[in-house]
């Protein structure tokens, strides 16, 4: 659809709140990675829940280390995220539309902690049940934010019922892997259940051979996409490729035999060696979290802020909690729209000054 | 209290029996009743004024009080529990506060209960008045400027509806020197700030001919002999707040994007860069690529306070430049700049860019550094070199002694 605004040469401004930041992330990936007659014009991240290196080349998917990570990283600080199925970096979705604005709110308990000034909890002992009785009766946006947030969650399998993400992945790829190498993937599965003892070089040999025939399977299919895609810029006449064991890549615009094969090596290490649990130490902050209280101190960001090039922008009192635009308060729908974006943009083109 | 004694100075026995009493009644409510007073808890301080000598501080709170704290004697006395949470002022060399209760009165109110002054007026938010008590300023909540009241009323800066979105959760900033100067800081905005005071740009328009955004939010310094500004002073970006020196000669600002700049009102078209704690003086107009460290001039840097540990995203500043209030600590020579949610301050001298010193002002009771609907909640009595601050989570306030021999900051009293 967004191929079809563009050849007609309709401006697009595009919106996503929450996940579904990662809806429009992946489209512009597309778009970016395989070429688009033209740019989008803006794309609004309203709190989204991707990670803070989403928009960054920081990809899981290449084996140049990470910048300003050449001395071993801090364990107790969130590092790339190295497993294969985040599907949480888009590199190439900026040269698809001409400015990224993202929106974060302190406030925001899905994403993170909330921040929340609170005037109202004075300290007296007293006030600490009705304290508690406010956190039961909360939204349930403010109850998690209290508790750190969802997000940074998002890759917990314990308890199960929050576990869905990886799980889904973990039993999609046991039953390829039946498939492709009969016989032998059920040793995977079942060293995976801690039921079978992986000492034992026979199963240890099945489960490589296992692991051999997914990587094979996983490069063929890469190869044989590429064959098939159309040379030339992505248009809206032709269909997206189908993906089967390249699902988890489906967002990236080319998926080349040496990213398959990375890929791949990564699923192995994060079924075989880490048994489905991500060894991330901490998930990365959601972008916008951080906010620009952290990099304050880099020569880069303070340039473009010292020069106005970027403007850092408290959001916390129009956005309220996660999904705050939901309410129609003067502040989101006359201070933000008119005077936040309208106005800005007549001052600066002078139009309408008198 | 005043009846409990009998004319012999001892105790009443059904007296004793009432205190013992009360006594338990203490003890079963529970340890918090020491903050509590006849009229309430008090909620945190919204706007807050030092006496000139700083003996004396006045404060209205987000809970409607309007306390008066005698700073040397380490008490406080609720005076309302209707007052207009912005409407704390001290008045320059006086021992006359401002206030405006709930029902738009404004008070002129000497430290002795005598208002010397009395009028309604719209709901301020933020005034200030002169040693003379001639001079009234107050804005609205759009920020709009005016002089006097009742039939005197007059608009200094009324260009427009609103500060913008990006100035919503600030007030307007007013401050006075002694030579009738006055600043403004709302929010900072290039483009805007850079035009200049003419004919086509008035400070004042018809109530019918209003622009969809002011220019004038910025920083801008005001004559309140003339009521007419005398320069913009442009620079900042985003929320602004700035402070002039008692004798006029110095504005010093700081904003939520980290920069900071000083004028030397005498020629008030030039202006300079604070330094920033860690990266230094930023050098304009270099031509190196965005992101060259060579843009910052480091020399007269000092070391910034920091943490033992880092935090979770590797930091271990404390300090910050992202400033939420300034205030001169030590007559016209010396002032504080106020990090945003940080309780260290940095101590910089007039004219000078380089940071002097850092002091903490503490974290138990936090100060009133996280909120810029607060700043006014930061206020200084610079030729008593005291400063006062409301407490970020509670309604009470701290106060610090500046020695400028010996250049410490000390906390004197925790009132609460």
Redesign the interface.
């Given at each position: 659809m967004l191929l079809q605004l563009l050849e007609a040469d309709i401006r697009v401004n595009v919106i996503g709140h929450s996940l579904g930041a990662r809806v429009a992330l992946t489209a512009l990936n597309l778009l970016g990675e395989r070429g688009a007659p033209r740019r989008l014009d803006q794309l609004f991240l309203w709190q989204p829940a991707v990670a803070d290196n989403a928009l960054s080349p920081d990809t899981p998917f290449t084996d140049t280390p990470p910048r300003n990570e050449l001395v071993p990283p801090?364990p107790?600080?969130?590092g790339r995220e190295v497993h294969p199925l985040g599907m949480g970096t888009f590199p190439g979705a900026h040269r698809a539309v001409r400015n990224i604005v993202v929106l974060h709110s302190h406030e925001d308990g899905i994403l993170g902690p909330s921040d929340r000034?609170?005037?109202g909890?004075?300290?007296?002992?007293?006030d600490w049940f009705q304290r508690a009785g406010t956190f039961i009766e909360a939204s349930s946006d403010d109850r998690t934010g209290k508790l750190g947030g969802a997000y940074s969650k998002k890759w917990w399998t314990f308890p199960p019922e929050i576990a869905g993400g990886l799980g889904y992945f973990r039993d999609y790829y046991f039953e390829r892997g039946r498939a492709l190498a009969p016989g032998q993937w059920e040793a995977a599965c079942l060293i995976h259940l801690q039921q079978r003892s992986a000492d034992d070089a026979s199963v240890r040999y099945r489960i490589d051979r296992a692991w051999e025939a997914l990587t094979r399977a996983i490069v063929d299919e890469a190869r044989r996409v590429m064959a098939a895609l159309p040379p030339g810029p992505l248009d809206s006449e032709t269909p997206l490729p189908e993906y089967d064991l390249l699902k988890p890549l489906a967002h990236r615009g080319i998926i080349s035999e040496r990213l398959a094969l990375i890929f791949a090596r990564q699923l192995r290490q994060l079924g075989q060696r880490d048994g489905w649990q991500p060894r991330d130490v901490?998930v990365r902050?959601a972008l916008g979290l951080?906010g620009?209280?952290?990099v304050?101190?880099?020569?880069?960001f303070?340039?473009?802020?010292?020069t106005?090039q970027?403007?850092?922008?408290?959001q916390?009192?129009?956005l309220f909690e996660h999904s705050a635009m939901k309410y129609p308060t003067e502040?989101i729908f006359v201070?933000?729209y008119?005077?936040?974006i309208i106005?800005?943009i007549?001052?600066?083109s002078r139009f309408?000054?008198y | 209290m005043a009846n409990i004694r009998s004319r012999g100075g001892q105790l009443e026995p059904h007296v004793l029996k009432s205190v013992f009493a009360l006594l338990v009644v203490m003890l079963l409510t529970?340890?918090?009743l020491g903050?509590k007073q006849p009229s309430g808890?008090l909620?945190?301080v919204m706007a807050l004024g030092v006496s000139s000598d700083g003996r004396y501080a006045i404060s209205t709170h987000?809970s409607k009080h309007l306390v008066l704290w005698d700073i040397e004697r380490q008490q406080r006395e609720i005076l309302s529990t209707n007052a207009n949470i912005y409407s704390a002022y001290f008045i320059n060399d006086r021992d006359a506060f401002l206030w405006q209760d709930l029902n738009d009165q404004v008070r002129v109110q000497t430290i002795d209960g005598e208002v010397i002054q009395q009028f309604t007026h719209f709901p301020t938010y933020g005034h200030v008045m002169d040693d003379s008590l001639k001079h009234y300023l107050a804005s609205t909540k759009t920020w709009d400027i005016y002089h006097g009241h009742d039939e005197s009323l007059t608009p200094v800066m009324r260009d427009s509806h609103?500060p913008?979105?990006?100035g919503?959760?600030k007030m307007l900033k007013l401050r006075l020197a002694e030579n009738g100067y006055l600043v403004s800081a709302g929010t900072g905005?290039?483009?805007?700030d850079r035009r200049p005071i003419d004919s086509e740009h008035p400070p004042v328009r018809k109530l019918d001919k209003l622009?969809?955004?002011s220019n004038y939010a910025g920083v801008v310094l005001w004559d309140v002999n003339t009521l007419k500004p005398i320069a913009k002073l442009a620079g900042n970006?985003?929320?602004v707040d700035a402070a002039i020196s008692p004798d006029g000669q110095w504005v010093v600002s700081g904003d939520?994007?980290?920069?900071a700049l000083y004028w030397n009102t005498k020629s008030p078209e030039m202006n300079y860069d604070l330094a920033?704690g860690?990266?230094g003086v930023?050098k304009r107009n270099t031509g190196l690529p965005?992101?060259?460290?060579r843009?910052?001039d480091k020399s007269g840097l000092i070391p910034v306070p920091m943490a033992d540990k880092?935090?979770?995203?590797?930091?271990r500043?404390l300090t910050?430049?992202?400033t939420v209030a300034l205030a001169f600590i030590n007559d016209s020579q010396e002032f504080l700049r106020f990090g945003?949610?940080s309780h260290w301050v940095a101590l910089f001298e007039a004219g000078n860019p380089w940071p002097q010193k850092y002091f903490d002002l503490g974290d138990d009771p936090y100060p009133s550094t996280?909120?810029?609907l607060r700043s006014l909640s930061i206020a200084t009595a610079p030729k008593a070199q005291v400063l006062v601050t409301g407490h970020?989570?509670?309604?009470g306030i701290t106060v610090y002694r500046y020695d400028p021999e010996a250049r410490t900051l000390t906390r004197e009293w925790v009132g609460e």
């Open positions: 801090d107790n600080r969130p000034e609170t005037p909890e004075w300290y007296d002992p007293r901490e902050p951080v620009f209280v952290e304050q101190n880099e020569d880069f303070r340039d473009k802020f010292r106005n970027f403007d850092f922008v408290n916390t009192t129009w502040e201070k933000s008119q005077e936040g106005n800005r007549k001052e600066k309408g000054q | 529970g340890c918090a903050s808890t909620g945190p987000l609103s913008s979105v990006v919503s959760g905005f290039g483009e805007v622009r969809f955004s970006n985003v929320k939520e994007n980290a920069i920033a860690v990266l930023y965005v992101g060259d460290p843009k910052w880092p935090n979770r995203w590797g930091n500043h910050t430049d992202i945003y949610r996280a909120s810029y970020r989570y509670d309604g």
